[in-house]
């Protein structure tokens, strides 16, 4: 990846994993849990988000070794105790992972339409270096996205896919599962290359803007 970009996707890692931390603490809020209020975590303001290793360690590494960008910024505070129901638990689970998927679909009709709304801004006579200058940023949002709403579904704690289907396997392993947290994170990232995320990613890059 050139140098010129780095900036820009690490803006568009940070604007997304903050995005996604600000979702759940909103939902929370809906369902009556103001505890990521109360933090002031319901906040745009990167400082209050920022991880050192999910949001700056990590996205570099994965820049200089030409990998797809991976990040996390600190989780925004969810009492699930103080949530309704499964249903309340459930939504609050996914309004991250919504909100990255949302902008990938965003970003991905924006490219799909582009020959309509690039003549309107540059005229016929448009260059292919207006184009990529435009596009190329629209394509970087879709596919980071892509990647964190894909990564954060897989089933182990602390990504949100493990409120979503963790809960469906029996207490005693859900217990195991989650004193071993950090472990299972180590294997998962050992065995990412191997697994169809990517794959996946890929497919629904392709789909969305119809490449």
């Known amino acids: 990846m050139s140098l010129v970009l780095v900036p820009l996707v690490l803006a568009i890692v940070m604007a997304s994993i903050i995005l996604h931390e600000v979702a759940h603490g909103l939902a929370a809020l809906m369902f009556g849990d103001d505890t990521a209020k109360e933090a002031g975590r319901l906040t745009l303001n990167p400082i209050v988000h920022i991880d050192l290793i999910g949001s700056i360690f990590l996205p570099v ?40 998927f949302t902008l990938a679909v965003g970003a991905g009709l924006l490219i799909r339409t582009s020959p309509h709304w690039l003549v309107w801004i540059f005229g016929s006579d448009v260059s292919q270096g207006q184009m990529y200058a435009l596009l190329g940023p629209l394509m970087l949002v879709a596919q980071i996205n892509l990647v964190l709403g894909v990564f954060n579904l897989m089933p182990v704690p602390p990504l949100d896919g493990w409120r979503i289907w963790g809960v469906w396997l029996p207490y005693d392993w859900r217990m195991f599962i989650e004193m071993k947290a950090m472990w299972f994170m180590i294997a998962l990232f050992i065995l990412l290359p ?18």
Do not use: E, H, Q
């Open 61 to 100: 590494v994965c820049l200089l070794m030409g990998a797809p960008m991976i990040g996390w910024a600190k989780p925004v505070p969810v009492d699930f105790n103080r949530l309704p129901s499964r249903f309340a638990d459930l939504c609050v689970s996914l309004a991250g992972i919504a909100v990255n």
């Open 194 to 211: 191997y697994l169809p995320v990517f794959w996946l990613v890929n497919l629904l890059y392709t789909l969305l803007i119809g490449l």
